[in-house]
């Protein structure tokens, strides 16, 4: 039994170091994705978010803002896709998030079933947010690092 667990407990640390070294970096990358394929929709008009964004922002016309938008969530992606340009990419996106929360507190009946603890599906995709903003802080805790290393010796592909 004891050599089962000394099994377990080895594959177990094989397994994590390679999550610790792979997973600042697959995280990244899919941030990146996420913001250029959502960023390229809006000003297409294919974006499902465009309408509640235009319901929620009044005060410029959807043919001006919806382009903007999408161009910034395509540059925060471009940035988080290039290693030198994070930093940029995440203080694009710590600006931009204060913006997505809106909808919460002008449009509450578009994102609650019942305030505040039942969100609908368009309030569920705001509050989700929040990982994204909590993803973008730990992609900032390896900006500092040149060769990807981290203080653990875990080191992300792609550096």
């Given at each position: 039994?004891?050599?089962?667990?000394?099994?377990?407990d080895?594959?177990?640390?094989?397994?994590?170091?390679a999550?610790?070294r792979?997973?600042?970096w697959?995280?990244?990358?899919?941030?990146?994705i996420?913001?250029?394929?959502?960023?390229?929709?809006?000003?297409?008009?294919?974006s499902?978010?465009n309408?509640?964004?235009?319901?929620?922002?009044?005060?410029?016309?959807?043919?001006?803002?919806?382009?903007?938008?999408g161009?910034?969530?395509?540059?925060i992606?471009v940035?988080?896709?290039?290693?030198?340009?994070?930093?940029?990419?995440?203080?694009?996106?710590?600006?931009?998030?204060?913006?997505?929360?809106?909808?919460?507190?002008?449009l509450?009946?578009?994102?609650?079933?019942?305030v505040?603890?039942?969100?609908?599906i368009e309030g569920?995709?705001?509050?989700?947010?929040?990982?994204?903003?909590?993803?973008?802080i730990?992609?900032g805790?390896w900006?500092?690092e040149?060769?990807?290393?981290?203080?653990?010796?875990a080191?992300?592909?792609?550096?």
């Amino acid at each position: 039994m004891q050599a089962r667990l000394e099994r377990f407990d080895r594959l177990d640390r094989r397994i994590s170091q390679a999550m610790r070294r792979i997973g600042p970096w697959l995280l990244r990358i899919s941030l990146g994705i996420v913001f250029i394929w959502f960023g390229a929709l809006k000003p297409l008009g294919l974006s499902p978010a465009n309408e509640l964004v235009a319901r929620t922002v009044v005060w410029f016309p959807p043919g001006v803002f919806l382009p903007i938008l999408g161009a910034w969530e395509v540059a925060i992606g471009v940035c988080l896709l290039l290693k030198p340009l994070n930093r940029v990419g995440i203080l694009l996106l710590l600006l931009q998030m204060p913006g997505t929360m809106l909808p919460l507190v002008l449009l509450p009946d578009v994102c609650f079933v019942h305030v505040p603890f039942v969100p609908t599906i368009e309030g569920q995709y705001i509050i989700k947010n929040l990982v994204l903003i909590s993803a973008a802080i730990v992609v900032g805790g390896w900006v500092r690092e040149p060769d990807g290393r981290s203080s653990a010796g875990a080191q992300p592909p792609g550096a």
